[in-house]
């Protein structure tokens, strides 16, 4: 079946650093990728997404890049601020046909802290 | 504005009493999902519908049920049977079944058995 594996937790910078979380994922199709960050208390938020392969997503700083021949989506900010901390969720979709029906596959999560 | 509310942001129960938590959207989204989070873990999946009337299970269904009378709204209760209850409970619609659809969250439901 699916799966997606994110580089273990926690991740504690300084503001201003650079930011790298892993995520490599194993699906039977093509699956589109997608990051997603939460709030303390709050749902999930989209970060950024790709569908195909060589795609680069990008939203607020962040950016992934689709890479098949690796099967990772890893995670980027060139400098982060205190207001990225959150946990940032790794996902996957399978085409809807047969029994997904686009449902998302989840990496267990990676905290961010950030410090002044 | 549209998005999806989940009600209550808090809930609390004792053991052997069936609760149900609300959601709905008014994004006029054909699908629908549970997700039930846990600290140190990922999302994991409940129940999902992608038309009214119809639901299919997730991953971790047992102890829980759903209804989908209307495209709206997707309740889920929890029953006496779930042995772990406590947790936190996110909502999340999507637009169609198209791979590159992302899902929108509702903002939770924090349930705690005492």
């Known amino acids: 079946g699916d799966s997606v594996t994110q580089m273990e937790g926690p991740v504690t910078l300084s503001e201003e650093a650079f930011l790298t979380i892993n995520c490599t994922y194993t699906a039977t199709g093509y699956p589109s990728l997608f990051w997603y960050v939460q709030y303390p208390g709050e749902g999930l938020q989209l970060l950024l997404k790709a569908t195909k392969a060589d795609d680069k997503g990008s939203n607020k700083g962040f950016e992934a890049t689709y890479r098949k021949e690796t099967t990772s989506f890893h995670l980027e900010k060139g400098s982060v601020q205190v207001s990225d901390s959150a946990v940032y969720f790794c996902a996957l979709s399978e085409d809807a046909g047969g029994t997904s029906y686009g449902k998302l596959t989840f990496g267990q999560g990676t905290i961010l802290t950030v410090h002044p | 504005d549209g998005g999806i509310t989940q009600s209550p942001k808090y809930l609390f129960r004792k053991e052997g009493q069936n609760v149900t938590l609300s959601c709905e959207q008014n994004?006029?989204?054909?699908?629908m999902y549970w997700y039930r989070q846990d600290p140190g873990q990922g999302l994991r999946l409940i129940y999902y519908s992608q038309i009214v009337n119809d639901f299919q299970k997730g991953d971790i269904a047992e102890g829980y049920s759903v209804s989908r009378e209307k495209k709206e709204s997707f309740p889920l209760t929890v029953t006496s049977a779930q042995k772990n209850p406590t947790a936190f409970y996110l909502c999340a619609s999507r637009p169609g079944p198209h791979r590159y659809n992302e899902q929108f969250f509702g903002p939770g439901t924090r349930l705690t058995v005492l």
């Open positions: 994004l006029n989204h054909d699908a």
